[in-house]
């Protein structure tokens, strides 16, 4: 079973662009890898899934190198709403979805 | 479009009474269901997970436990409630597919007191 690590915490200012990076070294084949969004008192939130290469949508972009293990959620031009605790989760190759600690991104004005 | 209900949103019991947290899925068929649990502060902790009808796979040894009576149903019960079970308790479901993607509930915060 893939265990993801991320750092604890960051801290950024609105407006700037904001790396998180996830790393998981066991990946499986068949695991996607998907990031997460959670506010207090509020269950998580899909931001954007990838398999390989880059992934972009409306609020994020998702950068993961070839051999996989690890993977860079990009959130540009953040604001104080964006401040929350950020998931990696790995899965799809079993059912059984496991997240690690998660990162608590702290936007400052 | 799919929209899952967990309820209730708050609860606060005393140690030792009995908990019952139910959680539906409306607009899909045969998810794959979870039960997640946060502690004040950190981070989520698989507690069960189905997928299928009377089929539950438990992940942390404890005095919870699931039932999935009917397909779109997930149910959360303890026979007693100990000070340590408090916590945000959420409900999931996901399509079951090799691309999984979790679709999360509101949430419960259970208080034991």
């Known amino acids: 079973l893939a265990k993801t690590t991320q750092p604890i915490s960051m801290d950024s200012y609105e407006g700037q662009e904001v790396n998180i990076t996830c790393s998981h070294n066991?990946?499986?084949?068949?695991?996607?890898i998907t990031w997460y969004q959670q506010f207090p008192s509020q269950g998580p939130r899909f931001i954007i899934q990838g398999y390989k290469t880059k992934v972009t949508n409306e609020v994020a972009s998702l950068f993961i190198p070839a051999d996989r293990k690890s993977s860079t959620l990009s959130l540009p031009r953040v604001s104080l709403s964006d401040t929350a605790v950020y998931y990696c989760l790995i899965g799809g190759a079993t059912n059984k979805l496991i997240f690690g600690t998660g990162t608590l991104l702290a936007v400052q004005p | 479009s799919q929209t899952i209900h967990q309820w209730p949103a708050t609860l606060v019991q005393p140690v030792g009474s009995p908990l019952s947290l139910e959680c539906t899925v409306e607009?899909?068929?045969?998810?794959?269901l979870y039960w997640y649990r946060q502690a004040a502060g950190r981070g989520l902790q698989l507690l069960f997970y189905?997928?299928?009808?009377?089929?539950i796979s438990s992940e942390v040894p404890q005095n919870l436990s699931a039932s999935r009576p009917q397909d779109r149903q997930f149910i959360l019960s303890s026979k007693k409630l100990l000070l340590s079970d408090s916590g945000f308790y959420l409900c999931a479901w996901s399509l079951g597919r090799v691309e999984e993607k979790l679709f999360f509930g509101s949430g419960t915060q259970l208080s034991v007191l």
């Open positions: 066991n990946i499986a084949t068949n695991d996607y």
């Open positions: 189905s997928v299928g009808i009377g089929q």
């Open positions: 607009g899909t068929s045969n998810p794959n």
